[in-house]
């Protein structure tokens, strides 16, 4: 019974073993009972989905002991006990992930039963445990036989879950010959969705379209496929600039959506409209499109990476809306839900979540999240978040490695528009931390570029005071005058707080008046925009030393200085001092110290609210449920505070934290 035990895994049921030694339940029980007074096997929290292996779950008392009985069976009886299991499992109704989990420790398999079992599993299997699922339709479509009926469904299958695990370029190898030769048309609509979605998201939007297309004048299409391919189709204008055609076209997806009663058509027909307003820089109308997607599509396990993306946009939204409390609430919901349900969609709300804490001046809270996953499109975004973070704190090596990482074809528009504000950004901070303004204000230019490069980025007016600062660096006064023209057509255009404030900031540069700086940074101090913040104050100093008033000159610097310093931005740090050092303004040795490296100072906010969570006995499970966070972000700050303390325990850091009450450190990051 052990045995069987330990090849069912180091968790397992009653239920289980009854199915797979084909022994009732009743007979198990004295043999279980006694392995639990040996202390061999004990009950353990939580009960197990319906079907088989529903009930109490026993597990072993230690992973050794299982691992021993696991060990101690030859590899082949390992193997053809597994097969038993899957097959007795399957059989009885065993959950499909139950089944794959057995099966995936014999890859190889080819047993008849398997083929069919795949094809009717493979549509739930693939959302449940994906990784397995594309392992076992791989082993089964290369021993499959030459023309068996079984290898299109296969082949779909294997397309839905490679899409899942955004392996894009397995995607195209097995989607493409399967559309030239089926005749099913409702399977050709699938795949050709899931294709397009792939080709849009590597930054071939127009090939994207094509497909999508092609599959819409396909006949014998149904109701809901024509809807879905009209919200993809839909999604890709947007990125094309074509807000028109993408309105028009999502808005014929809703009313298909709603004509069949489909929720993920609904869903995207939404995320289409919002994506609309997005870029027609109307973030409000955005913002109530994502939250009636949401409303829409609930928490069916098909929809799971729509309701992950649309939250991490919804946190991007609030940002620039100014509603920061909101949008620091909402990337944690979405980081927590996203690490539970195990899917690349995280790497995009990690993205996002970086992008926040770095506008909220929580640097280190960025890095805590970063993950470097080699999918697509959003590792580049998180290579340019990570190098400009970098580039701040003067570490040229990670800039310059993560700089590295970015291909060139990156930086075209269509490639993902909304990472463009910090691609160029972190480039253009490279360029300039080398010494090479005029290149790093060529970088910078492109935002003013008309057509598609100006419109591909909303979020281009985050560039323009940097740009602005650049030009006028360089004698360029036409380039600043074009920044601050820039600036206020899109504060016409939208006329958000934020936008407003950087529409002054970059007037003040190009008039030469430090009036509108000094109330743009007034602005970022009250909306928790510290990096802005201290950029204007920056630039206001200069302004003013300029006009002669180096008293107030004096004191701006030294309010910029002290951000710089609490955001450990080096970099900044630097050039401030070297742009006001030939009017004689110098900072003091102490504005420019850096956080120490260890003890309790050199805790951030997060950190420090975390070690006096421990001090009151919280586990990393009820801290990040405290905080609403993910538990592996708890313990990547946990890992920190031990080194920073040079403690070897949990005891020592509540130690310390108590010998540095509430009051006494740094503030709670809100």
């Not at 599959?215 to 009209?230: D, N, Q, V």
């Not at 649309?310 to 920061?324: D, E, Q, V």
């Not at 996953?373 to 704190?393: F, K, M, Q």
Request: glycine letters at 8%; aromatic letters at 4%; charged letters at 20%.
């Amino acid at each position: 019974m052990l045995r069987w035990a330990a090849v069912l895994g180091q968790e397992f049921t009653v239920t289980d073993l009854a199915v797979v030694t084909g022994r009732t339940a009743a007979q198990l029980v004295g043999v279980i009972e006694e392995a639990m007074t040996a202390g061999v096997t004990g009950e353990t929290a939580g009960v197990a989905g319906q079907g088989a292996g529903a009930g109490p779950r026993l597990a072993f008392r230690h992973g050794l002991i299982r691992q021993a009985l696991y060990d101690g069976m030859q590899q082949p009886v390992r193997e053809a006990s597994h097969r038993q299991a899957a097959r007795a499992l399957a059989a009885a109704g065993a959950a499909p992930e139950r089944v794959a989990a057995q099966l995936a420790a014999v890859p190889e398999t080819a047993d008849p039963w398997l083929l069919d079992w795949l094809a009717d599993t493979a549509p739930q299997l693939a959302y449940r445990a994906p990784a397995v699922t594309a392992q076992l339709l791989r082993g089964a479509l290369a021993k499959l036989p030459e023309e068996d009926k079984r290898q299109e469904e296969l082949e779909a299958a294997l397309v839905t879950v490679a899409f899942l695990l955004v392996l894009g370029e397995e995607v195209e190898r097995v989607a493409r010959p399967l559309l030239a030769r089926t005749a099913d048309a409702e399977r050709a609509a699938q795949v050709s969705w899931q294709l397009a979605y792939t080709l849009a998201r590597t930054g071939r939007p127009g090939e994207a379209a094509e497909v999508a297309e092609t599959a819409l004048a396909r006949p014998g299409i149904s109701a809901t496929w024509t809807a879905r391919l009209l919200a993809r189709q839909a999604i890709t204008m947007t990125v094309l600039g074509q807000a028109d055609r993408a309105a028009e076209l999502a808005a014929q997806a809703l009313a298909g959506a709603d004509l069949v009663g489909d929720r993920f058509t609904a869903g995207y027909a939404l995320h289409a409209l919002a994506m609309v307003e997005f870029y027609q820089r109307d973030n409000p109308a955005s913002l109530e499109y994502t939250d009636r997607a949401l409303a829409v599509i609930g928490d069916d396990p098909q929809v799971t990476d729509l309701q992950l993306m649309l939250l991490s946009n919804r946190c991007g939204i609030l940002g620039t809306l100014g509603r920061r409390d909101e949008a620091h609430a909402a990337i944690r919901r979405a980081l927590v839900l996203g690490e539970r349900a195990g899917t690349p969609r995280l790497a995009s709300i990690r993205a996002n979540a970086i992008a926040h804490y770095l506008n909220a001046g929580q640097w280190d809270d960025a890095l805590a999240v970063a993950r470097m996953p080699d999918i697509g499109h959003i590792p580049v975004n998180l290579h340019g978040l990570i190098a400009l973070i970098a580039g701040h704190r003067d570490d040229s090596a990670t800039a310059e490695a993560h700089l590295a990482a970015i291909p060139d074809q990156a930086f075209g528009p269509a490639y993902h528009p909304t990472a463009m504000p910090v691609l160029l950004g972190a480039r253009a901070l490279a360029a300039e931390r080398a010494g090479q303004p005029e290149q790093a204000l060529a970088i910078l230019a492109r935002c003013l570029e008309p057509g598609i490069e100006a419109e591909a980025m909303p979020g281009r007016f985050v560039l323009l005071p940097m740009l602005g600062r650049l030009a006028l660096a360089v004698g360029d006064t036409a380039t600043a005058a074009a920044a601050a023209e820039a600036a206020a057509q899109e504060a016409d255009r939208e006329p958000l707080p934020i936008k407003i404030a950087t529409a002054r900031h970059c007037r003040g540069l190009a008039d030469a008046d430090p009036a509108p700086v000094l109330a743009a940074a007034a602005y970022h101090q009250s909306a928790g925009r510290p990096t802005e913040n201290a950029e204007a104050l920056e630039d206001a100093a200069v302004l003013l030393a300029d006009r002669g008033d180096l008293p107030a000159a004096r004191n701006v610097l030294s309010e910029a200085a002290r951000i710089y310093r609490d955001l450990g931005a080096r970099w900044d740090l630097r050039r401030a001092a070297a742009r006001l050092e030939p009017y004689g303004i110098h900072l003091s040795a102490r504005s420019q110290r850096a956080r120490p490296a260890h003890g309790w100072d050199a805790l951030t906010p997060t950190e420090t609210q975390i070690a006096r969570l421990i001090a009151t006995g919280q586990s990393n499970p009820d801290i990040a449920a405290t905080l609403w966070l993910s538990r592996n972000t708890v313990q990547h700050h946990v890992s920190h505070i031990l080194a920073k303390l040079r403690a070897r325990s949990r005891t020592e850091i509540a130690r310390e934290a108590l010998n540095h009450p509430a009051g006494s450190g740094h503030p709670v990051p809100g």
